[in-house]
């Protein structure tokens, strides 16, 4: 049944009631003025198309100014919800000639409810965004054949066509709030490893640079250090050399070795002219990775029994650090200073008669290394093991938050000292 148009010839200020109908409608907010229905259909692809969009959920609709033009930007809006009634209002007009100086127009004379709106379509991108090709792009192109044969075809003059090199992925202004960035100035003298992928090249060495004669002790230290073992980790490191400061060692380390981003010896500081892709004996020196859950009831930040909820942030961790951070044994991971472990530093049988039990590799994976591609999912199964007998929960795979020996390694390559959450 159709809705009662009600009569309306009081002032503005009044309130009427109107019985609103049932009807659910979806509204679309033409950025433009509605004069010829067809050709608004035709800018948004169509009648049917109309159609397909508001019928299918999550759709796009696409407006286009030009729609015969294939190099017109289109405007794209998706649905939202909304809230409104959508009203018929009827204008009384003067019956006949007005008097002078008199509007025709009386007023609202009725209002009608339609239905409601619960969705509607909005284009809030910016309308005259648009690039207008020459004008003969939208006719037929003639014969490219034609042109080249004809003997003034290089004669023929060229329309200037300044085509924008980049369209905006944005058509919605924004805000970006530039300002100047603060250079810090105060860690100058902090030094950047030589980093390399897994599938790069050996380097040849370090980066020159003249170090301090303060640090000649530390250097000599290292390279000793180096020199029993080709391989070392940061923190191994730090625990071998106690008396040598860290901010030092990390100085040093940096013209001694390189390190690996990826592979089976990533974050791992490996002397400058051995390359452990090369030596299947360099398999002792892989890493094996596990990681805590990322819901549990408390996280490890340095010391035993020390113990911050997840979330909150510890304060920077002291040198004096435990000089086995870098072994694993049976319940450590209850106050490890790190959860990477190099395969030498597994100080465990069953652990070590794994990897001695698994044959070496003809070459070296980027994700298995030297071992056999069950070696690590039975190692990362013990110390599951393991912290269950200890009622830590770790979860199936080891996979959760990043390592701390990883947040240390990302935040040396900015040249700051690491924050161990």
């Known amino acids: 049944p159709s809705t009662p148009c009600l009569p309306f010839s009081g002032p503005m200020d009044e309130c009427i009631d109107v019985p609103v109908p049932a009807a659910h409608l979806t509204c679309i907010c033409y950025p433009g003025y509605v004069v010829n229905l067809p050709r608004v259909f035709a800018t948004l692809g169509g009648e049917h198309v109309v159609e397909n969009t508001i019928a299918t959920p999550d759709a796009v609709m696409e407006l286009r100014y030009r729609p015969t033009c294939p190099d017109a930007h289109p405007l794209r809006t998706t649905c939202t919800p909304a809230k409104g009634v959508l009203l018929r209002i009827v204008r009384a007009r003067r019956q006949g000639p007005a008097a002078d100086g008199a509007s025709d127009e009386q007023g609202i004379s009725r209002v009608e409810a339609v239905g409601v709106v619960e969705r509607r379509f909005a284009f809030t991108g910016l309308c005259d965004f648009q690039y207008q090709p020459r004008a003969s792009a939208t006719s037929a192109p003639s014969s490219a054949v034609d042109d080249v044969l004809r003997p003034d075809f290089l004669r023929d003059p060229v329309p200037l066509e300044l085509i924008p090199p980049v369209f905006s992925r944005e058509s919605v202004p924004q805000d970006y709030q530039f300002h100047n960035a603060a250079m810090n100035t105060e860690r100058s003298d902090v030094e950047i490893p030589v980093a390399i992928a897994f599938a790069d090249p050996m380097p040849t060495g370090p980066v020159p640079r003249d170090l301090p004669e303060d640090l000649s002790d530390a250097l000599s230290q290292v390279t000793k ?21 860290f901010h030092r060692l990390r100085r040093v380390l940096c013209q001694v070795a390189y390190v690996f981003s990826n592979g089976p010896f990533r974050t791992l500081y490996v002397r400058h002219g051995f390359d452990p892709r090369l030596h299947p004996t360099s398999r002792s020196y892989q890493i094996l990775d596990f990681r805590f859950p990322r819901s549990g009831p408390r996280v490890s930040i340095g010391t035993p029994g020390h113990y911050l909820p997840r979330g909150q942030k510890g304060s920077r961790v002291a040198d004096d650090r435990p000089t086995d951070a870098h072994i694993y044994t049976r319940g450590s991971l209850q106050h490890a200073q790190s959860s990477l472990f190099q395969l030498c530093d597994l100080h465990d049988e069953e652990m070590q008669a794994i990897i001695a039990a698994s044959p070496p590799r003809t070459t070296c994976d980027e994700k298995l290394g030297w071992l056999a591609p069950d070696v690590l999912t039975q190692l990362r199964s013990v110390i599951r093991r393991h912290l269950a007998e200890s009622d830590i929960a770790a979860p199936e795979g080891g996979e959760g938050l990043p390592t701390l020996a990883a947040m240390d390694f990302a935040a040396e390559l900015v040249g700051m000292e690491s924050d161990e959450d």
């Open 225 to 245: 250090l180096f020199e029993d073992r080709p391989i070392w980790s940061r923190t191994a490191a730090r625990a071998r050399l106690p008396d040598v400061p």
